[in-house]
């Protein structure tokens, strides 16, 4: 399928300003469920891209965000380095978690108005993204959530302070939520998956979970954790999932 892959919107955050989207959609007239990607801690870069023109070109919506928006120029992305990785990092942290909530809502009212889009939402993330893409499918416009080894979420340290409630209020998920995990993952050890499986079971969530032997950042087509077998296993996984609960 030929894509869409060089526009751009500007949305405008409550609080926070204006945060640009990357769109990725079919280059065919019709209307998609859309899928709003979260990335990792370095922002839309060129993995990230390609990651949203291969969900995009299966028939869907695809704006991913620009996590860091208040802190950086318009188009930053951060390089995969030691200084890019610092800077994400400390970013991770300064940003509070009502900023990330809001930038989410903003982003999920923007998608729904596209369009292109047919008024079905879900939600993608890798690491950092993984995180945010659970807490915006707390957010009841949002059916389903694909969670690539979301960072942060077992040990409640997201955002300035590091101290945020996603488990806490795990109990209001409405979506269906897909986890993807690496089991030699180090940032998620098996205690802390363990950790957020049990509070999945107690709230009674609607759950997919999968742990594969793999690193983290396995999903990322640049570096040496890259495992192209399983990111073509876990993405038709997530490809299934999307097209059962967005159709």
């Not at 869409?4 to 079919?26: I, N």
């Not at 709003?36 to 839309?44: A, T």
């Not at 570096?223 to 299934?240: E, I």
């Amino acid at each position: 399928m030929i894509l869409r892959s060089d526009e751009t919107q500007d949305v405008d955050v409550p609080g926070g300003g204006a945060m640009r989207m990357h769109l990725f959609r079919p280059a065919i007239e019709g209307r998609f469920p859309g899928v709003l990607l979260f990335s990792e801690i370095y922002q839309v870069t060129a993995p990230i891209r390609r990651l949203a023109a291969m969900i995009a070109g299966n028939g869907y919506v695809v704006a991913a965000p620009e996590v860091y928006h208040e802190y950086e120029p318009a188009g930053t992305v951060l390089a995969y380095d030691p200084a890019g990785t610092d800077r994400g990092n400390a970013l991770k942290f300064t940003k509070p978690v009502a900023a990330y909530d809001a930038d989410a809502q903003a982003a999920v009212a923007a998608l729904l108005q596209h369009p292109a889009c047919n008024g079905r939402v879900g939600t993608f993330g890798v690491c950092l993204g993984g995180h945010l893409a659970y807490r915006a499918a707390l957010d009841p416009r949002v059916s389903a959530a694909a969670c690539f080894y979301p960072t942060d979420i077992h040990s409640g340290t997201l955002g300035e302070g590091r101290s945020d409630d996603s488990l806490a209020r795990m109990a209001e998920l409405q979506a269906e939520v897909m986890f993807v995990w690496g089991r030699q993952d180090p940032h998620v050890p098996f205690a802390g998956r363990e950790s957020i499986r049990q509070r999945l079971e107690e709230v009674g969530a609607t759950y997919a979970w999968y742990e594969v032997n793999a690193q983290h950042a396995f999903l990322r087509d640049e570096g040496p954790r890259y495992d192209p077998a399983l990111f073509l296993q876990t993405m038709a996984l997530t490809l299934d999932f999307y097209r059962r609960t967005l159709g």
